[in-house]
Structures are given as C-alpha cells and as structure tokens.
C-alpha cells in the first residue's frame, strides 16, 4: 500500500466510530493520534497479511544468511574428533 494515510485524533477517530475507521482502512492507512503525537495506525486485514508476510521473508534471509556466514567461519569435525572433544570438556 503506497497511498499516504490519513491522520486524526483518536477523539475525531472515536466520534467517526469504528465503521469509518474500517472502511477508510480498507483504502488507506488511519493513523490515530493523540496530543499530535501518533498512537496507532489501522490498516487493512489484507495489508497486515502482507505486511508479516514481508517480514517473515525478512527474517527468513537474514537467517540465511547469518547461517550462511557462521557455517563459512565454523570448522567441522568428525565424530571421532566431536566425541573426544566433549569427552575432554567433561
């Protein structure tokens, strides 16, 4: 969603009620405010979708790729040099 949101007080918001909040969700973002300040911001259910899904791919490629870098800088070892190795730590 690119369209810039419309702002209002919260006491504006709560006089509109939440069928206005709602419907303008659908075409923008509401941002609430309070003493000027922003408080919250409605938006869409299909726009929160998007949103955590953007996010989760997100996280999933910085996981990735921190994953991708600790395995570059880690050394394996095997069984017989992991085992005795715990066995020294003991």
């Known amino acids: ?5 419309l702002t209002m ?7 509109r009620g939440v069928g206005f909040l709602t419907s303008e969700a659908q ?5 609430l405010t309070s003493h000027g300040k922003p ?3 409605v938006v869409s259910a299909a726009e929160y979708d998007e949103q955590r899904r953007l996010l989760r791919e ?3 490629k910085v996981l990735s790729i921190a994953a991708g870098l600790v395995a570059d800088r880690s050394t394996m070892l095997g ?6 190795r715990l066995l ?3």
């Open 88 to 90: 020294a730590a003991g």
């Open 58 to 60: 997100a996280e999933l």
């Open 27 to 31: 075409d923008r973002p509401v941002k």
């Open 9 to 15: 007080s919260s006491t504006v918001a709560a006089r």
């Open 79 to 84: 069984v017989d040099e992991a085992r005795e």
């Open 1 to 5: 969603m690119t369209t810039q949101p």
């Open 39 to 41: 408080v919250a911001v």
